[in-house]
Structures are given as structure tokens and as C-alpha cells.
């Protein structure tokens, strides 16, 4: 700051006069010094420098170079000098003890490094050329006169002051005009780097000892306390002195007339009063500026008592006299001086400081000596932890705006902010956010300044409090400045870096704003890639990855439907992913491969995976075959609201091939190229992803040769459309129809796909830390070629009635350039669909069911052969379902086994609808190899899921019980009574006029329907809606020379035909689907067997086989539909399987209700374990009881009082032991109730027989019945029990369900 009137802290107390040695005449020099040193301080054309009293100190120094001068010489000027200014006012300094050429042997150590600014060091080469010592005196004089360092010069002798120069002076760069980066003078990057280069080497001292270093040291402590020293103590007493005798009796005077006027206290104007009076000017000579100059001397010698009570009283004197200006300074300075006291015997006392800013800001209307004030106040506040008040004052002063103009304004207030900011953040409790805050307001001033760089650190240090607290705004606000100053700072890394901030944060800006920041970041973007073309392609912000939704597709895309050809469904991207699904398809597959394998699953095997997503076990390298395409779909995410366009679209792979010599052939490649190559890549030309949208895209590669894939990442333009906001701020996509989009500007790069994979949690290291597995979705390997077939199904229903049968063809495609064979097919639900029996291809349909486009293989049949059935068998390995071989697994038919390259084949299928209605999927999966065995991929599958949906059709029940009639032709007992009920469930949903029961089939190993019982005049048993119709049917026991002789698996089938024509049951399809029924059936009653315990009783079991009857009934049916106006005929087929004698059977599952609630009941269990006994049901099918007499019986009573009736009980053994039967002819109840129902009878002659009855033996006991009257009686009383031989339990055969015999007893 420059010296001024009203204050002598930086006044001139003495001056140093030198003259070199090596002057001729040295005394003679310094004479003329000293008198051009009076001429400047006494002459009034010199305004500066200011002196602080007139009688300077002047300091008289002898300097000799010890390396060139004579010593001796020296030695007596210095005698010569004593004797003229006395020992305490001259000296003689010695330097330059050694010569220059020297200096590079030992290292002395910079003695001027510490003092200089580093700016200084890099500038002064182009102030002056190395170290010199100033010998002339015009040099001398001129540096005398610019000791004040100010801007303006000052010419002695026509030279100008070139002082500014010197390396100790302040650095003349911190005035804003001057500044590096200032907005006037920008040095070029270049030539301050050559500057830079040129400064490094300077050494300063290079000819001065260490002796010289301490000659300097003690120069300055002989001048000092020699002479500055006594001379301020002089200076402080003179001033003292004169102030006690000129002041004393003036000032006693002038206090006491104020006191006689104006009363004893004299009261201190308020500085509004006073504002037109601070042009007071004090004569230098004015008792009061002597006490300001006592002041300061004590206080520039660190006296602060008496300073500070200096100053006080100065202060009084200054307010006395209104001279605002000198009061303001004297208020400053006591305030200071009282806060440098030793022990602080008073406090600091604030408001002197308050008063003085306020009389520098509003009276004075000095702001640089206001902001001295707030500089100085701030800082002592700072050192008593007095943040708060520090702050407020910074902030007070910085809200004064209208008094400061210009750029000169805005850095003092940046300063200003600056250092508040520092107060808020160094507070016991720190306000971080008010730090920020204003931190962020002194960037603001920093950069209204020019000062780019203070801008951009303020910006920076306030970054650090927004990060991450979800001030996004804010956040936007700091990055895009920061970035924007980084720019034009041509720090381009930073600035990118800080653009990209803006929009990889969730933003909450405008779609304008979001716009903007984009095409800002785009051009700094295209900045910087145009430095370094060649180099590695940048990574993008825009737009977001899920890396993890990423998908991997295998293979071919799906063909669509072609008229009645419908293309397998396979797999695809565009379905979703089903766990539940996706372990059905695996199980499938298992089970064909063990089926495949005999039986086992091998120990490499893997389930194919032709979709791989976040979801499949990606722990192992997928494989890949050769010419077949790998599509990636890449889920991308735009998270701003303006539209992003993505240009030359492809993914970035690493391929390292594997040839047939071995060697490996590692390519980088971006993009497709001209020549044939390893891989072949899709270009997505145009991809456009509307504001905050979500979108797939599907990038393809084509492998040509075998070896190992990475697909890295993805590669892109990166643009906006140009022109998206229209007038009304609405977004408008201009050229979004025609799929051209102008790009306003693009930049390329890259993103990498980086996918973590799961998360390992089975060893208790990989529990107790955080691991992740790998994740190889990305990095196939390409093995040799395989086959591809492709199956189309044609005429393929999605609509049956349940049981309905229909012929649909299946078209296998080799699309491949290998063979294929061993094409199988498996399902979960093989009793749907066959491709026909082992017979289906050698018998040829006939002509008459090729006329109804009948599914079924028929005969036409003669009338006469109505009633009784006709017979055929089927082996059931036939039909692919023999024993041990797996239902599900099914080959497909091909011709030779082989299906060649390009070659397709249609083969017959059919299908019977499900029995439960509903919508029902059922998966097939296509299981087939290759002629040549590959060794990694073993082989191929190809799934499809049909969809069908059933509608309710016909429900058949069914019972048999034992006949009682002992008519056989065997004569063996052994036939039984099928009832068949039929009812029509169906509500005309699917336009079914009506049911038609075309025949009823048998089928069975033992067993065989005979004959049609109760055969109605109307031979087409037609069902209209909701109509139930019985049938009953006796049923025999197939010859036993047919039963041995045919293999175990032979079943005999009957057909019983109501109609002219008759479907052969036991060729394809009725057979397939039969078997294939049984089979499933036998697989849930295997499983429910398994539950049950197995260590069943050999005698239970006996009797329990006696109940058992292997009898499978198959109703055949035809159902007419009328649909658009025309009628077609369904045909189809439902199932019953009889197991138990006199238990109902039913052709679908029935719902079981829930039971009704109960409540607990709490026993203790016993350990006696009860012996397992038959059912009820069961004991009474192991003795069959038939009883035979007449009907009525003619007796004349009124001659003979009893009546004897013979009767035959006919006792057959229905099980495989011999059994101990025991007939008990005693009425069980003698009860009333009991006789009225049975009537008065009784048996003659034993009460009991004992029998033993061998197997299946048939034993008739002649009884007699004696009756008394006439009536109607019923002859089932006998009670009949029975044993095996080789037990000891009786069980009681219960007589409840066989029929009442009733007898007639009439008079005659």
C-alpha cells in the first residue's frame, strides 16, 4: 500500500548509503550520497518517499570485494570513515571471497532460495543478466529512490528506476492486469515453458563463503543495534520531550475553558454528525501527529502498552478535532496494539474496530483502507476462535458492491468470500454447507475477475461438500462450471471428466438443459479425441449398460409360421425367462441322454444352454458352433430426457483362433472389413433411444473359423438429433419416420461390457468375505461344425375336445452341412401325441377310413356281428413301451435312421387331447447327434411348447362286479358284469351337436369283453348335451392256452362295435394312446405304491388279490360339430382302467374336496403296531357264494304243515391257496326286527360244515330249507368264513353286496 499522511508505519527512518572499495574516492561518494539523500527528503518536488523525521539516520557502508579489491586500502578508507561518522554509523563489509570460476567445485547452499517467490525466479532473467555488483553511483542513486516499490517512476539522471525488477520485491503478477491468465495478457504456454527452462539454472551467491554468509549476518546486527535501534529510542524520547513541553500548557488550557463552557464531560460526536469534516488536514509539524509517530515507533519496536495508550490518546484528540480520517487510523491501530499485548491485560477491544471501517467506508469513502480493517479484524477474530464474527464481518464488507467499480470490485469480493468461507469451515461445530456455499460465490467473483485458475480451485474445493448428497442441481451447476473453466484452461481431461459428471447423475434439469450440457460435453469431447486420433478409443458415459441384463443367444433366429406350417418354438430372445420352465426342459433332457446312455447320466454332461442371461449358470465357457450366429442383446438405458442417437452400432470382440496345425491366430477386430475374416460383425446403422427410455439392441457376430471369442464391450457414435426442442418446448422428433436423423455433432467411442457374475457362498472362507464367481457368458468358444434341423408341425390343432384324436404331420429339416441321426423326442406328457406303432407303417390305412379322413385304422363289418366281440391282440413293445424302457423317450421314425444335409421329412403324428379341460402346454424336446461324434458337443436338442386348449367332451364311469350265474362254457366260474356309464359334459362350447358311442374296446392280459348285455333297438348310442347313457357288457377270462402262450407283455383287445364299422383297437392310434394312458396311469400308482408300507402280509396280499381285476376299458366315440355352417366329425377315444372288483372307475381324474374341518384331538400313541387286516371289500371276493333254487315253490299246506325246499350253496375259491371255509347256517339275530326281515325259516339238517377248498375249486353243499307258511323269503342268511390253510386268522366273507335271494312259497 502507499505511504500516506495520516499514518507512519511505513515512513522512512533511515537510509543506507554504499560505496565500493574500489571508488577512487569512496569518502568523496559518500558525501555526494548523503547530500542527493537530503535534496530528496527536504525538496517538495519529491512526494514519495516519505520520511518519518527530518533528521534521517544515515548508514554509511564500505563494501569490498575480497576476490578483486586491495585490503589494505580498504582498511584505511574505513579508519578515514570512523573518524568522520563515528564507530557507530559506518562499517565495513567484506564479500566475494572466492572467485567465480570456482564455483562449480564445492556446493554452497542459495542464500536468497528461501527469501524468493518462485514467479520471481522464472521472470527476473528478463530483468537483469545474472548477479553483478552495482558499482556506479547513478545505479545507487536510483535504487535509493524507488525504496518505496511503487508503480510509478521516478528518473534520476535520465535513467529510469528499474527497482521494480528486483527478485525480493512482492510479485508484481498478483495486480490482475498483470496476471498470467488475466483477461489483457496471456503469455503464451510455449514461451513461458522457455522462460522456465532458462531460470532453472540461476544460482545466486555463487562467489560468497560461508565466512561471507556470517560477514552479511553480522553487517545487519551492527546496524541494527547500533544504529537503527538507539536512533528510534532518541527519536521516541525527542518526540516524548516535545510533546510534554509544547503540549502541556496548550492542552491544560484548552481542557479547561471546554469544561468551564460546555460542562465536565465532553461528549464524542456520532460519526453522521461528523461526515463533512474528514478533509482535515494536520500541518506535519501538529502536536497531534507527533503522538501518532510516538505510536508507531513504540509500535514498530513492539511496545504495545504505550502504544496503545498513545494511540488512545491521540484518538481523543483526533475525534476532538473532527479529523475523521486520523481517528479512524488511530481507532485501527489501538485496536491492534491492544490485542498485542504480552498477557492481554485488556480485551480486545472490537468495536474500535467497527467504528474505524465505518468511518474508512462511509466518511472517508476510502474502501482500501476499509478492507485493510476487515483483513486485519478478520484475522485477529480468527486467532480467538471468534469464526463466526470473523465471517459476518468478510460478508458485511463484501455486500458494499455499489462503492467498488469494475473487475477491481469483484476480486476483493472473491477474497472476501474466500476467507469467510474459511472462517465457516474452521468453526468448533463446522458449517460445511455455508463453506460450499460461499466458496462457490468467490468462484463466481474469481471468474467475473478473470481468474480463471482461483476460479476453478473454488469451484473444486466446493465440489468436495455437494458430492454425493444428492444435490443434484447443484452438482450440475458446479461440474458444468468447473468443466467450462477446465476448457479454457485447455485442462481438456478435467473438463470431459466434469461434463460427464452431469450426465451419468440421475439429472433433474430440463430436457433444454439436459440438451445443452450434452452438446457442451460432445464439442469438448471432439476436442479432445482430435489431440490423439490414433489413440485408444475412449470410454462413453451415454447411455447406461445393465451389464448384467445382458442376454447371449445361440444360433439361428426363429422362422416364422408359413401358412399351415408352424416353425417350432425353440428358444429366443423374445421370451422371458422361467425358472420353473427352464428345470422341466433340463429334466427332459436328462432323461433322454440316460436313455441314450443305457441308462446313465454321464459325468460331463451339461444341459444346453442356447439363452444365457443373468439367470443360467454361466460358470463355464459356453460353446459356439462355427457359420452359426452369436447374437448379444445389449440392454441400454438413456438416463436424460433429450433423445440419444447411436450410430455404427457393433460390438468389440478379441478372437484368438485355433487352426488345424494348432497354432494360434490372435485378431483385434472393430469392424467388419472388405476381406474375408475370422469373424463377421453386424453394424447397426441408426439406433435411437428416446428420452428416459429403455431399449434392447441386438448385435450379431459371425464366427467362420474355430477358436476362443471375448466380446469385450460395444462401439459407437455417440449424437444428439439436431433441432429436437420445437418453439413450445415440447420434444419433437423430426426425422423419426423416415429413420434418418441429422446428427448436429457425434463423437466415437466404446463401452465394456463387464458382467459380475454370482455371488459364492458354499465354503466358509467364501462366506465369512465377499467373493464373486466368473461369469463367461461373453467369452464363447467356436468348435466345429454340427447338425441343425429345424421341425415344422402342419395342420397342428390349438383347440381339442378332451380325448379328442387327430392327425397332424410333423416336417424335420436338416438346415445343416452334416447328417444327423438318433432323433428322439421326449415329453412329460407322452400319453398326448404318437408317431404310430412298430405295425403303423407296414398296414395300410384303409379305403373306407381314408373316405372319413379318419384318424383311426377301420373294418368294415357285417351286421351279424353286433353283439359279440372280436378279438386281436398287440404286444406292448410294439407300441415303444416295453419293460424298463422309459414312457417319455420316444424315437422318431426317420427312414434309414439318418436324415442327410438339406434333406426333410414328414412324418405322421397324432394327438388326443387331454382329459382335463383347460389351457395346457406341453413341451417337446428334439434330441439328435451327429454321424461324426464331436468331442465337445456330444449333441443337439431343439425344443417346442404346444399350447392346446381343451374343452369338456364325454365322462365315463365305470364298476365290475362278479357274476352270479354259473352258466360258462369253461365250466369254471369266473365271469363278471362291466356297467359302463357315459354322460355328455360338454355345453355346446365347441359346436358339438351330439355324442355318438361308436364301440366299446377291451383291453387286458387275463380278461375280455364278451358280449353286450342290454343292447337297446337303436344301435348308434347317440348322447345329445348333458345325457347320460349305460351300458353293461359281460366280460370273461381270456383260454389260458392263449394267456401262456403269448409273452407276458401280450394284451387281448375286444371290440364291441355299435355301428356297421369297426376301429381295430389294437393297431395305431388307438393302441398308442391306450398304452401310452396305461403306462402313465401305472407310473402314479407305482409312485402311491411306494408310499404305502411295503412289508405287506402274504396272506393279506392273497386276499387283497382276489378283489384285484386287470380290465381296461377304451369307449370310442364321434362327436358332430357344426362350424361355419359346415359339419365335421370328431372321433376320439376314452380311457378306464378297472383295478377292483366293485370300486367305480373313471375316464378322468376327479376333484377331491377338501375335508371339512375337524377338531384335534390329542392321544398318546400306542407302541403296539396293529396287524394290517383286509377291507371289507376285499374278504368278500375271496369266497364267491351263489346260491340255486327255484324261484317259487308250490306247497299244499293244509296236507303237510312243513315245506322242504332243496337248495345248492355253491362256494368257489377265488384265490390262488387253499382256504378253509366254514358255512354257518345259524341266523346270526334272534332279534324281531331280524325275523321279519328274513322270515320264518330254518335250515335242516347241520348247522355247520368245515370245508377246504383248493384253488379256484368250485364246492356246491346241498342244503334244505324248511318254511311254515306261505310267503316271500330270503335265503341269504348262510354265513360263510374263510382262512387260508396256513394262517390262523378267520376272516368273515361278508355276503352284503350280493344280491337278495328271494323265494316264493306258495299254497296249493
Known sequence: MPASDHEFLNHYLACMLVASSSEAEPVEQFSKLSQEQHRIQHNSDYSYPKWFIPNTLKYYVLLHDVSAGDEQRAESIYEEMKQKYGTQGCYLLKINSRTSNRASDEQIPDPWSQYLQKNSIQNQESYEDGPCTITSNKNSDSNLLSLDGLDNEVKVDGLPNNFRAHPLQLDSSSDPSNSIDGPDHVKSASSLHETKKANTGII????????????????????????????????????????????????????????????????????????????????????????????????????????????????????????????????????????????????????????????????????????????????????????????????????????????????????????????????????????????????????????????????????????????????????????????????????????????INESKQSAAQQGAFLREYLYVYKNVSQLSPDGPLPQLPLPYINSSATRVFFGHDRRPADGEKQAATHVSLDQEYDSESSQQWRELEEQVVAVVNRGVIPSNFYPTQYCLNSYSDNSRFPLAVVEEPITVEVAFRNPLKVPLLLTDLSLLWKFQSKDSSGKDNEEVKELVTGEPEMIGTEVISEFLINGEESKVARLKLFPHHMGELHILGVVYNLGTIQGYMTVDGIGALPGCHTGKHSLSMSVRGRQDLEIQGPRLNNTKEEKTSIKYGPDRRLDPIITAEMPLLEVFFIHFPTGLLCGEIRKAYVEFVNVSKCPLTGLKVVSKRPEFFTFGGNTAVLTPLSPSASENCSAYKTVVTDSTSVCTALISSASSVDFGTGIGSQPEVIPVPLPDTVLLPGASVQLPMWLRGPDEEGVHEINFLFYYESVKKQPKIRHRILRHTAVICTSRSLNVRATVCRSNSL??????????????????????????????????????????????????????????????????????????????????????????????????????????????????????????????????????????????????????????????????????????????????????????????????????????????????????????TSLHYPESFNHPFHQKSLCLVPVTLLLSNCSKADVDVIVDLRHKTTSPEALEIHGSFTWLGQTQYKLQLKSQEIHSLQLKACFVHTGVYNLGTPRVFAKLSDQVTVFETSQQNSMPALIIINNV
Open 204 to 503: 545466486h551467491g555463487a562467489c560468497l563463503t560461508l565466512t561471507d554468509h556470517d560477514r552479511i549476518r553480522q553487517f545487519i546486527q551492527e546496524f541494527t543495534f547500533r544504529g537503527l535501534l538507539p536512533h528510534i529510542e532518541k527519536t521516541i524520547r525527542q518526540l516524548n520531550d516535545q510533546l510534554i513541553s509544547r503540549k502541556g500548557l496548550s492542552r491544560s488550557l484548552f481542557s479547561a475553558t471546554k469544561k468551564w463552557f460546555s460542562g465536565s464531560k465532553v461528549p464524542e460526536k456520532s460519526i453522521n454528525e461528523l461526515k463533512n469534516t474528514s478533509g482535515l488536514l494536520y500541518p506535519p509539524e501538529a502536536p497531534e501527529l507527533q503522538i501518532r509517530k510516538m505510536a508507531d515507533l513504540c509500535f514498530l519496536v513492539q511496545h504495545y502498552d504505550l502504544a496503545y495508550s498513545c494511540y488512545h490518546t491521540a484518538k481523543k484528540d483526533f475525534l476532538n478535532d473532527q479529523a475523521m480520517l486520523y481517528a479512524a487510523g488511530a481507532l485501527e491501530m489501538a485496536a491492534v496494539s491492544a490485542f498485542l499485548q504480552p498477557g492481554a491485560p485488556r480485551p480486545y477491544p472490537a468495536h474500535y474496530m467497527d467504528t474505524a471501517i465505518q468511518t474508512y467506508r462511509d466518511i472517508c469513502k476510502n474502501m482500501v483502507l476499509a478492507e485493510r480493517c476487515v483483513l486485519l479484524s478478520a484475522e485477529i477474530l480468527k486467532s480467538q476462535s471468534k469464526y463466526s464474527e470473523a465471517a459476518a464481518l468478510l460478508i458485511r464488507l463484501t455486500s458494499e458492491q455499489n462503492t467498488w467499480k469494475g473487475m477491481d470490485s469483484d476480486l476483493r469480493s472473491a477474497l472476501l468470500l474466500e476467507q469467510a468461507a474459511h472462517c465457516f469451515i474452521n468453526m468448533k461445530s463446522p458449517m460445511v454447507r455455508k463453506y460450499a456455499f460461499h466458496m462457490i460465490l468467490a468462484g463466481h467473483r474469481f471468474s467475473k475477475a478473470g481468474q480463471k485458475k482461483h476460479a476453478l480451485r473454488c469451484y473444486c474445493q466446493a465440489m468436495q461438500v455437494y458430492k454425493g448428497k444428492g444435490w443434484s442441481l447443484a452438482e450440475d451447476h458446479i461440474n458444468f462450471t468447473i468443466g467450462r473453466q477446465s476448457y479454457t484452461l485447455r485442462q481438456l481431461d478435467n473438463a470431459v471428466s466434469a461434463f460427464r459428471h452431469i450426465l
Open 967 to 1184: 352258466e360258462d362254457e369253461e365250466g369254471r366260474g369266473g365271469n363278471m358284469l362291466v356297467f359302463v356309464d357315459v354322460e355328455n359334459t360338454n355345453t355346446s362350447e365347441a359346436g358339438v351337436k351330439e355324442f355318438h358311442i361308436v364301440q366299446v374296446s377291451s383291453s387286458s392280459k387275463h380278461w375280455r369283453l364278451q358280449k353286450s348285455v342290454n343292447l337297446s333297438e337303436n344301435k348308434d348310442a347317440k348322447l345329445a348335451s348333458r345325457e347320460k347313457g349305460k351300458f353293461c357288457f359281460k366280460a370273461i377270462r381270456c383260454k389260458e392256452k392263449e394267456v401262456a402262450t403269448q409273452p407276458s407283455e401280450k394284451y387281448t383287445f375286444a371290440d364291441i362295435i355299435f355301428g356297421n364299422e369297426q376301429i381295430i383297437s389294437s393297431a395305431s392310434p388307438c393302441a398308442d394312446f391306450f398304452y401310452r394312458s396305461l403306462s402313465s396311469e401305472l407310473k402314479k400308482a407305482q409312485l402311491s405304491v411306494h408310499a404305502e408300507k411295503q412289508s405287506i402280509e402274504d396272506a393279506v396280499r392273497l386276499i387283497q388279490k382276489c378283489s384285484e381285476v386287470d380290465l381296461n376299458i377304451v369307449v370310442l366315440w364321434k362327436a358332430y360339430v357344426v362350424e361355419d355352417s359346415k359339419q365335421l366329425i370328431l372321433e376320439g377315444q376314452h380311457h378306464v382302467l378297472l383295478r377292483t372288483i366293485g370300486k367305480e372307475a373313471f375316464s378322468c381324474p376327479q376333484k377331491q374336496e377338501p375335508p371339512e374341518m375337524e377338531l384335534l384331538k390329542f392321544f398318546r400313541p400306542e407302541n403296539t403296531t396293529v396287524p394290517l387286516r383286509p377291507s371289507v371289500e376285499q374278504l368278500s371276493n375271496l369266497i364267491k
